[in-house]
């Protein structure tokens, strides 16, 4: 895969009639936004393949004067790629999509703000009403939360559960899940900012994931609690044990307040400001 | 025993005859799921209990079905060097009389409902004698006579359980003569000039997408056989697999040495549970003979085909949600490309053809790429089997070439609709179809044509509708059905169809408004066009066909208010 | 289902094509649903995440949370059996078991209170030419008028 940056081939495209370089096999949704044109997605992230499931991110791909809807998040940029984002068909469609959205989760203010950024400023679709939603009305399933769970953080504590427009996301049986690292991650990828957590003392309540609760590590320097154990154990492995002994349980600032000391006394004195 | 050696085949086949034709009468019990159902298998065990009770020289077998449906439960009678007889209406108090007669060189006229005597497997021709000139000749059946038996060319005339019988009309002698004689090459080449189109619906050229996989890179592929029959009023994999389990394997067997495949596999729905027992059985009678296996037929070609069960989802029919299946996940479709043929099961190179497509496979080629394609029409060839179901006089299992028109389906073979009514529509295509009225029925069936008029092949349902059938109450099911079946991954065919079905709703309510059959028509539109996977891009044929053809339908459920 | 009856069962399935769904399914056979703790136990023997397993028995119509009755009745509702009167047979059935027609996640499932009947739908069995066809244990109904469901019933230990 061609990564941005790397030094790939630079080439021609045309969007909007407009012709731009970009670079070669770099995801078409990226170079769009570097080149600030807008196309509205909430189910794409850097760090995951891409998905293509909120459909919001669809122009049309111009082949031999033929167009084809594709998903921005998945063409890649080639030499002469031509790409329209606001067809009279494309906003017709995608102003469709935001009425779905708007009825799917009537609670979510960044739904709301993207609809209207479009023009969307309310939906002839019943809204869904769901009594003490978990995820406060506000979830799109667009599966970043299940995504970056299982890909990126390796625990898969969550997942889709049912299927069709009986889809939702949560913990296995909606009971507690160990599986949880509590690192938060889902609800920092979550587009909607559905996902509600907490640290109360010295554990952190993930509430959307059934009041899932896990430990966090306290620092004996300063008595906070702020990190995740099971989060702090993985991060730890990777250093030598030695170190992890010294280190394990402070918060970040003694942390670093400790490799500060140790940093210094490293330097030669000499070296040292005059 | 292994069979190695052209010799060895034939002595099974002669074996296999023997028992088709034996010296003695031989009675056949249709015992797909239908005849089981209705009381097949109980004729089955009664006629064998008589015989044994009686020690009478009778060979008592299962056979699968021959597609009369209608007129379940179908025996057949063979009396040595007659004709062969169908009985049809069989109850179990009739078991006695049967044999009885059967033992005395003859059959219950009453219950006959024609004579075969001579039958075309195509893989090889079967005289059965004269006689009985009283019973209706087979070609003097209307159910019968449009139609041309390629694919059904065995089904209700040998033993499903009994691979010797496949071998005895000639079966797995096109894998023997590919595996000794052709280069795999060819065979792709052979399977290209036929014309062989997709039969799961979408009609993409089987032999082009072999070449693609074959040339994919990786040496570890997979072929695999899609037979999650999905479409509700579909079933003709389901008999294909219950009739004739071997010509699939046979299909299955010739693929996997042209494209230089080691494994197989047959997805295959849990509500086929005979399917699977008969697949199943029919897997262990081919390694047996080492029909699978190591060094098949002593050529060097290894192979093997395992069944991999389907949970209930409709969804998982989409190619990559069926590999999502397989490997143990929800079946979520994902974006293609990849397509499957470079990135499939387990990420490995995997070719996936319906089982329809598979069973085409030994008699293209056992009789050549050009007999193949002088049936049906150009860039259309072979033939299709349709399921005639709904409400229809001759309901049942039916084969005719590509371009036969739906008049002569319908009229010719169904004799119009069931207890004299008048037919209004047929649906084709499942849920991804759409209804075609009565006025545009001399429709040639065919991929592009049918595409035409709004609707598709589909894997080959047709459901005929008649006067009494609302079509916005099918529209409403289809999408209803398209609703619960969908995957929930993307927004329009997750949200997009639930409000098409609540609009519908209201409609036959009787609260609807001009402007829900607006609503309607946009979200089909979007529907269509931004869904990810098939499913969603075709859930609204159902109400875009309906809205086109039959939008009178949807006026009279508006009320005056409403307009 | 015990520890030793699932390492049986897990053993059936070697290759990894079809095991999961495969596994389930017997579970769900021999223990007419999939119980919570069978599923826990699963997960850490094939080491997939509970998570995943319990999306996957949510997904698919096949396996049911809930433990199904001592017969199980399935309505098909495929296209022939509903231009035919499926819809007014499984209300006949509703009204004669005394169950909701009501759906929580999208599955259609109802077992009467006595735990004696499951009702469920399937999609199309493919018996099509028999429509309205049901299924109860395994063995085919086809033809099936309302008229007909009480006497159906009855063979089953169901009184009027």
Known sequence: MAVPGNNNRMVTITINKNQYLAEEGEIFLLTAIRHNIDIPHLCYEKALEPYGACRLCMVDVVTCGKTEMTPACTIRVHNGLEILTDTPQIIKHRNLLFELYLAEAPKSEVIKEMAAKYGVTKTRFLKKIVHDDPLQGKCILCGLCVRVCEEIMGNSAISFINRGPYTVINTPFYEHNPDCAGCAACARVCPTRAIVCEDIGESRVMHSWSETTVALVTCPECGKSFAPQRLMEKVLTKLEPGLIEKIKNLCPECRRKYFTRKEIHKIPLTDREP | ?563 | MDEKSLDEIIAQYASPSGRILGILREIQIQERHVPMDTLKLLSEKIEIPLSQLYSLVTFYSFFSLQRVGEHLITVCMGTPCHVKGAVKNLKVLQECLGISGESQDGKYLQTTPDNKFTVEIARCFGACSMAPVLQVDGDLYGYVIPEKIPEILEKYGWKR
């Open chain 2, 1 to 563: 025993m292994i069979i190695r050696s052209q010799a060895d085949l034939e002595s099974i086949r002669k074996r296999g005859l023997t028992k088709i034709q034996p010296n003695h009468p031989r009675i056949g019990i249709g015992v797909s799921s239908c005849g089981i159902a209705v009381g097949g298998m109980a004729l089955y065990h009664r006629m064998q209990e008589i015989i044994q009770n009686n020690s009478h020289d009778i060979l008592v077998v299962k056979s699968g079905c021959i597609g009369y449906c209608k007129e379940e439960p179908l025996v057949s009678v063979y009396i040595p060097g007659k004709s062969q007889i169908l009985l049809h209406k069989v109850s179990i108090d009739d078991a006695e009389r049967i044999i009885s007669l059967a033992c005395k060189g003859d059959i219950p006229q009453d219950l006959a409902l024609c004579r075969i005597p001579d039958w075309d497997h195509i893989t090889g021709n079967l005289v059965y004698g004269d006689g009985f000139e009283s019973v209706p000749d087979y070609g003097e059946i209307p159910f019968f006579s449009h139609q041309k038996k390629v694919i059904l060319r065995d089904c209700g005339l040998i033993n499903p359980e009994d691979i010797d019988e496949y071998i005895g009309i000639g079966g797995y002698f096109a894998a023997f003569k590919a595996l000794t004689s052709i280069p795999p090459d060819t065979i792709i080449e052979e399977v290209k000039k036929s014309g062989l189109r997709g039969r799961g619906g979408a009609g993409f050229p089987a032999g082009l997408k072999w070449e693609i996989t074959k040339k994919a890179p990786g040496s570890e592929k997979f072929i695999v056989c899609n037979a999650d029959e999905g479409d509700p009023g579909a079933y003709m994999n389901r008999n294909e697999m219950e009739s004739d389990p071997h010509m699939l394997l046979e299909g299955m067997l010739i693929g996997a040495y042209g494209m230089d495949v080691h494994e197989g596999l047959i997805y295959i729905r849990a509500e086929y549970p005979l399917a699977i027992k008969r697949l199943t059985l029919a897997l262990d009678q081919a390694r047996a003979y080492g029909l699978l296996g190591k060094n098949i037929l002593n050529s060097g070609f290894d192979f093997d085909i395992q069944i991999a069960t389907g949970a209930g989802a409709f969804v998982c029919g989409e190619s990559t949600a069926l590999v999502a299946s397989i490997e143990g996940k929800t079946g979520r479709p994902r974006l293609r490309p990849p397509r499957l043929t470079e990135k499939g099961v387990f990420g490995r190179p995997t070719d996936l053809n319906n089982v329809e497509t598979w069973c085409n496979v030994p008699v293209i080629i056992g009789k050549g790429a050009a007999w193949y394609s002088a049936i049906g029409t150009k860039g259309n060839t072979g033939t299709k089997v349709f399921s005639l179901v709904g409400k229809v006089d001759n309901v049942g299992m039916v084969e005719v070439p590509l371009g036969t028109s739906l008049q002569t389906i319908i009229y010719d073979i169904g004799n119009g609709g069931a207890l004299g009514k008048g037919v209004k529509a047929v649906q084709t295509g499942g849920p991804s179809g759409g209804c075609i009225p009565q006025r545009l029925f001399d429709t040639p069936v065919d991929f592009e044509n049918l595409n035409k008029v709004g609707t598709m092949m589909g894997s080959g349902g047709l459901v005929v509708m008649d006067e009494d059938t609302n079509m916005v109450d099918i529209a409403r099911y289809f999408i209803n059905f398209a609703s619960s079946e969908s995957c929930g991954k993307c927004v329009p065919c997750r949200e997009g169809l639930k409000h098409m079905l609540l609009i519908l709703n209201r409609i036959i309510a009787g609260k609807g408004t001009q402007n829900d059959i607006k609503l309607l028509q946009e979200l089909s539109d979007t529907v269509q066009k931004t869904s990810l996977c098939g499913l969603g891009q075709t859930a609204p044929n159902p109400v875009l066909t309906t809205l086109k053809y039959f939008i009178e339908e949807y006026d009279q459920l508006i009320t005056p208010e409403g307009r």
